[in-house]
């Protein structure tokens, strides 16, 4: 929200015409992506406002829990203003620039509307994944789906795409590795009670019913 004016300044500094900026993209509903676009708007008024629908569903809803606006186990509460999406955007849509496009793609995970998209060797990757393999918070009152996260991250590493701009910190290699060890780590959580609000099943119950039928003692 702060710094909307300062990226806009920066635009015009490449000698951009403000006025051929054609869209102001919500990557998702998260508040400190889209906390700037009633800013942005105002700067950019031929600009349209495009979202995935269940990130529009979020945000027109201003749904603060979904959005990350209001945490109150970490003293977390941030302005979300309410938004209104001027165009949905989908998986296998395309956002037309001059000469070129981005393809969007519907990579669900973090957040249940969170989009990439692609440009060539590039791939604009929202909170997918970071430079240190980190992935975008699973939070289940965020709409974080771990088998939905694994699909997003094993789409990327085998897209042929070369380079990640997630949004936040530095662009990095779409490295096979990299991309590895966080599904590997993805898919423990899937079975782990330490994501439990987004795991799919936890062995250890099963484990535990299967001895009691054999009548094993807990502490032979
Ligand atoms: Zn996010």
Redesign the pocket.
């Given at each position: 929200e702060d710094t909307v004016d300062e990226l806009i300044d920066l635009i015009r500094q490449m000698d951009f015409p403000l006025a051929n900026c054609r869209y102001l993209v919500a990557t998702?509903a998260?508040a400190d992506?889209v906390q700037g676009f009633v800013r942005a708007k105002e700067l950019l008024p031929s600009a349209q406002l495009v979202a995935h629908p269940h990130a529009r569903r979020i945000l027109e809803s201003n749904d603060r829990i979904a959005a990350?606006a209001e945490i109150p186990a970490q003293q977390i509460s941030i302005n979300l203003p309410a938004l209104k999406i001027d165009r949905d955007i989908d998986e296998g849509d395309r956002l037309e620039l001059d000469g070129a496009g981005l393809d969007v793609w519907h990579t669900p995970g973090?957040?249940v509307g969170q989009l990439s998209f692609r440009f060539g060797r590039l791939l604009f990757s929202g909170?997918n994944i970071f430079r240190d393999g980190c992935v975008?918070s699973i939070d289940a009152h965020h709409g974080s789906d771990l088998p939905a996260f694994i699909r997003s991250l094993q789409r990327i590493q085998g897209s042929g795409v070369e380079w990640l701009l997630p949004s936040h910190g530095p662009a990095f290699r779409n490295d096979r590795k990299l991309l590895q060890s966080a599904i590997d780590r993805l898919d423990r959580y899937q079975h782990m009670a330490d994501f439990g609000t987004c795991a799919v099943d936890w062995p250890l119950l099963d484990d535990w019913e299967d001895e009691l039928a054999r009548g094993v003692h807990p502490t032979s």
């Open positions: 998702h998260d992506h990350f973090h957040a909170d975008g």
